[in-house]
């Protein structure tokens, strides 16, 4: 499995940008969509013939649609998209090819692509009431969502994951229980929630600065958003939710293959901008200028080959990010070096203030760990 491949493609579009938003995303015309399809689609061929010279071997188990709002391409353009997947690259027949999309944009036409291409649909929800919904600037009500939901089951999609927000202005622990239970409701294999970060350059981080979130609209405390964080595991997990990474809960068998592909530092190559890529110990990023993009710049940026001290950092704060953790052996065999020889101090120090534990070769974080995460795994890195 080692050496398959994730490929990621960055759909830059919406139909309108949401006030929290700091994706690479903004809405464009039908024709820049469709410029920026036959784009991609000499981008891949380019990897492609790339790969063939490279790695002629390398298969690839995981493709994933995101952005943006992969579902406002015009469905045909993502139908020629996956026939330049298919000609450059060998995909096997069992992958997990997921797409992002929003409620309120799955017309017939995208619903067939849904169909024939694709078997993992991520929901982009956030909240289930109207009120969360608006002050968040999202295009869809919940009953939209209701409508897409079923629709992509009746299309035949089985792993449907719906992501939600929480600690959102003027939300309550009773709403976000209500949104918890809403989505429950509707049986999706997987939930994807987050707390919302407010973040700079952002209509939000105005509001924020200029004091709108407050009274009715006020941002839940440090203690309320805690709460809200234990009863999401609480809630989600009486309803066999596991959770398999901090925001991220599955029922068996439904875990993103994908995204666990970035927590285990599996290669991956992206296409569209801004999109990075991981090959053989090498990163690099596209061009995040649209422009740039459609006039065929397709050369690598800030191109690094990580070193071997990055890559242990790496293998141990993103493993860390997963309930399972990460592996002695695996490590070992990685770096040639036993993880307890070169985190030996710090591992022990966690393990005894009880923020890690270890069961058979592997070692994750406890419950009090997750809550301290961020600063748990800071301390894996170097200096
Ligand atoms: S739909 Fe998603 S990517 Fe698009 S503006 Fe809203 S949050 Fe950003």
Redesign the pocket.
């Known amino acids: 499995m080692k050496d398959a491949l994730g490929l990621y493609l960055h759909f830059p579009f919406?139909v309108k940008?949401?006030a929290y938003?700091d994706?690479l995303?903004a809405p464009a015309e039908e024709g820049v969509r469709r410029a920026y399809a036959k784009a991609m689609i000499a981008e891949i061929q380019a990897a492609g013939r790339r790969l063939a010279e490279e790695a002629p071997e390398t298969r690839v188990d995981t493709v994933f649609l995101g952005?943006?709002?992969p579902s406002v391409m015009p469905a045909d353009t993502l139908f020629s998209v996956f026939e330049a997947l298919k000609q450059n690259f060998s995909i096997e027949e069992d992958a997990e090819i997921t797409m992002e999309v929003?409620p309120g944009t799955l017309g017939e036409e995208m619903l067939s692509f849904i169909k024939a291409r694709v078997n993992r649909v991520s929901v982009?929800l956030q909240g289930t009431h109207e009120e969360e919904l608006r002050i968040l600037g999202r295009i869809h009500s919940y009953e939209d969502f209701l409508s897409s939901f079923e629709a992509l089951r009746m299309a035949g999609v089985r792993n449907l994951s719906v992501d939600l927000m929480s600690a959102l202005p003027g939300q309550t622990e009773k709403m976000w229980e209500e949104d918890l239970i809403r989505v429950i409701s509707q049986s999706p294999e997987h939930i994807s929630a987050y707390s919302l970060i407010i973040e700079e350059g952002t209509p939000f981080y105005e509001a924020y600065a200029r004091g709108a979130f407050s009274g009715r609209y006020a941002l839940p405390d440090e203690e309320t958003e805690r709460r809200m964080y234990y009863r999401t595991k609480e809630i989600l997990e009486s309803s066999a939710y596991e959770r398999y990474e901090i925001s991220n809960y599955a029922r068996a068998g439904f875990a993103s293959r994908h995204n666990l592909r970035y927590w285990e530092r599996r290669d991956y190559l992206g296409f569209g901008i801004g999109a990075a890529s991981l090959f053989r110990h090498v990163r690099w990023n596209n061009t995040r200028d649209l422009k740039e993009y459609l006039s065929g710049d397709y050369a690598r940026r800030g191109e690094e080959r990580l070193s071997r001290k990055a890559e242990m950092e790496e293998f141990m704060f993103l493993g860390l990010r997963k309930a399972a953790g990460v592996s002695f052996s695996e490590f070992e065999s990685c770096f040639g070096a036993a993880m307890t020889t070169v985190y030996g101090k710090i591992l022990e120090r966690h393990l005894e203030e009880g923020l890690l534990a270890r069961k058979g070769e592997r070692v994750f974080l406890t419950e009090r760990g997750f809550d301290l995460a961020n600063s748990v795994m800071a301390a894996y890195l170097f200096d």
């Open positions: 919406c940008k949401c938003c994706f995303s952005g943006g709002t929003n982009g």
